[in-house]
């Protein structure tokens, strides 16, 4: 709802009491998730410029050069709240939401990805969300035609009451055949077409923009409805209408319906509209004025055409069986005008109406300091039940039930799959891009600047373990209530890791979104998510260079560790299963060590002197092997006795969680190739063992089956969702 | 020759099946919008009906589509003898069509499935299994609605008129329960009408037709298809 001091505000510019229809229009577009009037502020620290970037931030989707006269375009957003409620709609939503960002920009839409946090499986309610959100995507995604090709799931008690569901999609699109979302010229036509105008998802923003209380139920009617079928064909419908050229604009109808749709599209324009709701294709016939202007019905999309070619327009949509509506045309007046049968029920200045919110002041609050102690660490009694226990601990298993779920292949340009360290795709100039998310929250909480620059690098140590290198950044910053001090200071304080990041290592982000209010009133108590700045980052790989998986390839090959091992347990997910919380100073950003890693794996890689390899991230090196294990036909031998650094026991080698480092699989033959350039770049080194025949992992002082460790791996989550 | 591939509103794999063809020497593929109709067919010596979600499957998988006018080509084009695939959402609609006998039910496990399965190909040859009679073959699931079934009449005269291609097996070529991924009757992946020229398919030859996919052992499936177009 608007506060008082916005509303006295807009009555000012004004100079009269806002009708019906503006309040709803205002507080719509004001809500915070429209109008980003917490957030923006600090965005200047990013980093959102670069050589390749055509259309950075600001539009539906980002768009990067990859060469050969084709653009990489990517989108990234959260249906948190509506997830919530009604776990399938808000979910598939979420996914037809974010298709929309990408195709309104004149793109193909070729890749999903979705991030998800919940509480633990094993209360059902969690289960339940899980369960849902999941069959929301994969019937919508996999409806529409798009295949999945990465994503994240982690689980914690601070997501009981408020999940997160945030999804991405990636296209391409020739530079000629970009649209852009704006309305240059008065007299062109408003065309909305795609689907009808119901009373689904009324006000969903604003909703989204609150904390929950006990009356969730009543916000179900603020939950959108999917349909992929319609989707699909408004997909379709588009390509021809792009293909023909005959879209001078476009925008999609998400977040605050009609309002926001036009309203931006004027904005950008510099231009006004006027709109006749009357000719609104509805679902429901009674609908108010007032409902139609914000409704969030869903597949709708509003396009900008000149009267050359409306009647061409029309056709095609007849054609194709596509509900639309000449709903209006663009004007030389600054205003949203929207009519009623003739009558005026809003006239709205754009420039009030888009980003024209008093700014509202917001304190941040100073992070609680985290002692360096370790004291509560100890070598566990048993190493093999303690490994076991982990590699079967849900943030840590099998993700193969989740993702078995969604169709991975559909338009065939899939050349790796879930599970391994990102995805790939093949775009159509035949170059490769790999796409990987991350966000380890439990960092995040204990240091919100550090755990989020740390998590961008294991996003960033996936690709590069892969062989592609970085090429751009999309974001979804999801937080707490940023009118409470100690909320809006972790939001503060992981901007500035993000930016940190983005500047060190050089990569734009080209995408985004935020998404706040993520906490509820329990039993008189305050419940914040963690922190959870959730990072995506896309590479791409050299012309004709077959991306490198983490399964074990060969027996008698060297597995080495690349980069030093210190005692940065605090916030590890050894930890968390050793003492049931995370508390403590986590794994330190140091991006100089980063990037002296990423060299050497970058130019082993180069020269092909890497069978597989793995990034060490959640679960240290420990995880690390058992991953590149458990899905190849071999084991390993190891001496762990040797590890660089000041890690200085088994456990600490085996769980720390210290950044900047990698395992890599190097025959022998291409061993002292291989040590040459890490000695070049002044790189630590272990060679940990050899891979064996057998299929066992034997860390020396135990070793577990291969068939053992399968069995905790991949029950881990299933145990909770059959 | 002319490949027809549908498009029902809904479809999704229509690309990747014309993408496919396209890497076949004489195939001449064309897309074909239901709306067209009996005339959309008219020059075609052989279709490919591809997978998806023909009217979103919001009755049953397949079952809006069946009853399309454009199926009515379909049929006369089969009965004449030409070639014709239902992949996935194609083989649901020519099962529900009658083209094909049996039923694809949900899946024993109640969810969707994407992954990659290997199928033992029958001993006994088929228009679209020609010289691949006996051999393995790693290609891609995803469908919640593969589970096939019919009555133990329709299972026996499949099974004595060899007119089942396509069986799900693991990667050694055995055909057990372990390896059935929807719980199909006697693990059948793929059939044959009586004519031996309509297949309908769970699997996806399509996304396994160049080796940058993980394979590219399904396109001898679709290139015997486009063989048999020229009969």
């Known amino acids: ?722 | 020759m002319v490949v027809a591939v549908l498009r029902f509103p809904g479809t999704n794999n229509e690309n990747d099946i014309l993408r496919a063809l396209s890497l076949i020497d004489g195939a001449k593929p064309i897309l074909v919008p239901s709306r067209k109709g009996l005339a959309g067919l008219k020059d075609a010596d052989g279709i490919v009906i591809p997978g998806g979600f023909s009217y979103g499957d919001y009755l049953r998988a397949g079952a809006v589509a069946s009853v399309e006018s454009i199926t009515e080509g379909v049929r006369n084009l089969a009965e004449d003898g030409k070639p014709v695939i239902g992949i996935c959402n194609g083989f649901q609609i020519l099962s529900e069509m009658g083209l094909l006998p049996g039923a694809l039910l949900p899946n024993d496990s109640a969810r969707f499935v994407c992954k990659w399965v290997y199928l033992r190909v029958s001993d006994n040859t088929t228009m679209f299994t020609e010289g691949l009679e006996g051999s393995l073959i790693r290609i891609p699931i995803a469908h919640a609605e593969g589970n096939y079934y019919c009555s133990d009449d329709e299972l026996e005269s499949l099974r004595d008129e060899f007119r089942i291609p396509f069986r799900y097996c693991n990667e050694d070529g055995d055909v057990n329960d372990a390896a059935n991924p929807n719980g199909s009757i006697d693990n059948i992946a793929g059939i044959v009408n009586q004519k031996g020229n309509v297949l309908g398919l769970m699997p996806h030859p399509e996304r396994a037709s160049r080796p940058v996919l993980g394979s590219s052992e399904g396109l001898a499936i679709l290139e015997n298809f486009v063989r048999a177009t020229k009969c």
């Open chain 1, 1 to 722: 709802m608007l506060t008082k001091e916005e509303l006295e505000h807009a009555k000012t510019v004004l100079g009269r009491k806002p009708t019906e229809t503006e309040l709803g229009m205002l507080d719509v577009l004001w809500s915070e998730h429209c109008s980003y009037k917490s957030s923006k502020r600090w965005f200047y620290l990013f980093k959102t410029e670069g050589d390749k970037v055509a259309l950075g931030i600001g539009e539906g989707a980002g768009l990067v050069d990859i060469g050969d006269g084709y653009l990489a375009a990517v989108a990234m957003e959260s249906h948190n709240h509506p997830s919530q409620i009604d776990p399938y709609n808000g979910a598939a939503t979420g996914v037809g939401g974010i298709i929309r960002d990408v195709i309104s920009q004149g793109c193909k839409a070729v890749g999903l990805m979705n991030c998800l946090r919940f509480g633990h499986p094993s209360k059902p309610h969690n289960a339940y969300l899980l369960e849902n959100v999941v069959r929301g995507i994969s019937e919508y995604g996999n409806s529409v035609g798009i295949p999945v090709v990465g994503g994240e799931l982690e689980f914690d008690d601070s997501y009981d009451d408020n999940c997160l569901v945030n999804v991405i999609c990636v296209g391409w699109v020739k530079p000629e055949e970009v649209v852009r979302s704006s309305a240059k010229t008065p007299g062109h036509h408003l065309v909305l077409f795609g689907s009808t105008t119901g009373r689904d998802g009324i006000a969903g923003v604003s909703f989204a923009s609150e904390t929950f209380s006990d009356e969730e139920e009543d916000n179900r009617g603020a939950v959108q409805v999917g349909d992929p079928l319609s989707k699909k064909i408004v997909i379709d419908t588009l390509q021809e209408l792009i293909e023909e050229k005959l879209l001078e604009g476009l925008q999609d109808f998400g977040g605050g319906g009609m309002t926001s749709a036009a309203g931006e599209l004027a904005k950008a324009g510099g231009t006004g509209v006027e709109i006749d709701l009357d000719k609104v294709p509805l679902r429901e016939v009674d609908m108010k004025p007032s409902e139609i202007v914000i409704s969030e019905s869903q597949e709708r999309m509003l396009a900008i055409v000149a009267p050359e070619n409306l009647d061409r327009v029309k056709l095609l949509l007849e054609k194709n069986g596509t509900p639309y509506g000449i709903i209006g045309k663009v004007t030389d007046d600054g205003h949203y005008t929207a009519k009623w049968y003739g009558e005026e029920k809003a006239r709205l200045p754009i420039s009030l109406l888009v980003e024209g919110f008093p700014v509202p002041e917001r304190i941040e609050g100073k992070i609680a300091a985290q002692p360096e102690s370790m004291s509560w660490f100890k070598e566990p009694e048993d190493y093999k039940k303690n490994l076991l226990e982990l590699l079967g601990s849900v943030n840590l298993c099998d993700r193969s039930w989740v993702y078995s779920q969604y169709d991975q292949h559909v338009q065939s340009n899939t050349v790796v799959d879930l599970g391994e360290n990102g995805g790939v795709l093949e775009f159509p100039n035949n170059r490769k891009l790999a796409f990987t998310s991350d966000c380890n929250s439990f960092w995040c909480l204990l240091d919100p600047q550090q755990g989020t620059a740390n998590s961008a690098c294991e996003s960033l140590r996936n690709l590069v373990s892969m062989g592609a290198t970085p090429i751009f950044i999309a974001d979804c910053l999801n937080f707490g209530n940023p009118e409470r001090p100690e909320s809006y200071g972790q939001f503060v304080e992981a901007v500035r890791g993000l930016g940190r990041f983005s500047n060190d290592f050089d990569i734009p982000i080209v995408g985004g979104n935020v998404s706040l209010y993520n906490e509820a009133e329990v039993d008189g108590e305050t419940k914040r998510i963690n922190p959870t700045p959730q990072i995506m980052i896309a590479g791409i790989f050299e012309k004709g260079f077959t991306p490198i998986r983490r399964n074990l390839l060969s027996p008698w090959a060297n597995i080495f560790l690349v980069g030093e091992t210190l005692p940065e347990l605090n916030g590890s997910e050894y930890q968390r299963i050793a003492t049931g919380q995370v508390k403590g100073v986590p794994p330190r950003y140091r991006p100089e060590i980063e990037k002296q890693s990423m060299n050497v794996i970058q130019e082993a890689h180069q020269k092909g002197l890497i069978r597989s390899c793995n990034n060490v991230g959640r679960g240290g090196i420990g995880i690390g092997l058992m991953k590149m294990a458990l899905r190849s036909k071999y084991g390993f031998k190891l001496n762990l006795d040797y590890i660089p650094g000041t890690a200085n026991s088994l456990a600490q080698r085996l769980y720390s969680e210290t950044s900047g480092r990698y395992l890599a699989e190097v025959t022998e033959s291409n061993q002292a190739e291989f040590l040459k350039i890490i000695e070049k770049h002044g790189s630590s080194v272990c060679e940990l063992g050899l891979t064996v025949k057998e299929p066992v992992a034997d860390f020396g002082i135990f070793s577990l089956s291969m068939d053992e460790a399968r069995k905790v791996f991949s029950n881990g989550l299933k145990q909770y969702m059959e």
